[in-house]
């Protein structure tokens, strides 16, 4: 059996599957983000019936972060300057209990839905694929020829510093920076700036829509720059808000202009920027889908030798 984890920062999603087929789940549970002792308590319940003879052949890990994920670094696997109480400097590797030898893969959370959706998803029949999440947190995952574009660190794009919104006076939330981009249009800056949370804004929709839409369409600019993706999914429980997706969709446009000619962003309904098919699985199939690469590796390389 493989095992996929996707620990988020309300809820976890844990997932086993036959290796032979990483792509249907046998078994799959979904726990809520608490303490590390009681979250992690929960995990190792669940993993421990399906290890056949008390292991796995290989256990995926995409994980909210930052989080060191440098297979090299003597802290791999651990939760490092997260403003998350209580797990910052989480060993979650070794809290796992997984037998001695067990191959891990590790990569963000938002690296892991990239990975699901581009195998499974909306991401299907393009090799580069970027993935944008904007919910309690901002984050954007990266694949790049069907694989994470690096395996020693991720992007930390939730801090992008932004041009702000001519109407926009308001002082944001993130804890390091004030007005980054997470400051100023994650959930919790949403809910800070209106006194109420995105699905319940009411009257007051419209003025939110603008300006997370203008704020959403820079990050959505910048990833487009930087990395050239085929295709943008985007989710996160923000981007739920009724008209959000298409005023960022209008909003990139707006912003690109003719720096891009002919780009498929210029055209809102051109399928550049798409929701995710995968819903709350996209991360957990990311997860297995490392699980399964590194079981096959493994496999290959016995033969080899």
Same mark, same amino acid.
């Given at each position: ?102 191959? &891990?893969?590790? +990569? *963000?959370?938002? %690296? !892991?839905?990239?990975? =699901?959706?581009?195998?499974? @998803? #909306? ?5 580069? &694929?970027?993935? +944008? *999440?904007?919910? %309690? !947190?901002?984050?954007? =995952?990266?694949?790049?020829? @069907? #694989? ?158």
């Amino acid at each position: 059996m493989i095992a996929g984890i996707e620990t988020g920062g309300t809820k976890v999603i844990c997932a086993v599957a036959d290796p032979r087929d990483p792509g249907t789940l046998v078994d799959h549970a979904r726990i809520d983000t608490t303490t590390p002792e009681r979250t992690l308590g929960a995990i190792r319940g669940f993993l421990a019936p399906h290890a056949v003879e008390g292991r796995f052949d290989a256990v995926g890990i995409a994980s909210f972060g930052p989080v060191d994920v440098d297979a090299a670094s003597p802290r791999f696997g651990w939760i490092t300057s997260t403003p998350k109480p209580g797990w910052r400097d989480t060993d979650l590797i070794t809290h796992l209990a997984l037998a001695p030898g067990t191959p &891990v893969r590790l +990569v *963000t959370d938002v %690296t !892991g839905a990239a990975l =699901g959706e581009h195998r499974f @998803g #909306a991401g299907r029949g393009v090799d580069d &694929v970027a993935y +944008v *999440t904007v919910g %309690t !947190g901002i984050g954007v =995952g990266i694949v790049v020829n @069907g #694989a994470p574009f690096t395996l020693r660190s991720h992007p930390e794009l939730g801090h992008l510093v932004i041009r702000r919104h001519p109407r926009d006076s308001f002082a944001g939330v993130c804890p390091f920076h004030g007005d980054c981009l997470e400051g100023l249009a994650s959930g919790p800056s949403i809910e800070a700036r209106w006194g109420r949370p995105g699905m319940n804004l009411g009257s007051l929709r419209e003025d939110a829509v603008a300006l997370s839409s203008y704020y959403i369409a820079q990050l959505l600019a910048t990833v487009t720059y930087a990395a050239a993706p085929q295709r943008i999914v985007v989710g996160g429980g923000v981007l739920k808000t009724p008209g959000l997706l298409a005023a960022v969709r209008e909003q990139l446009a707006k912003l690109v202009g003719g720096a891009l000619a002919g780009h498929p962003l210029l055209d809102p309904g051109s399928g550049y920027v798409v929701r995710p098919e995968l819903g709350d699985e996209s991360g957990v199939r990311g997860a297995l889908s490392l699980a399964g690469d590194t079981r096959s590796r493994g496999a290959a390389l016995a033969l080899m030798g």
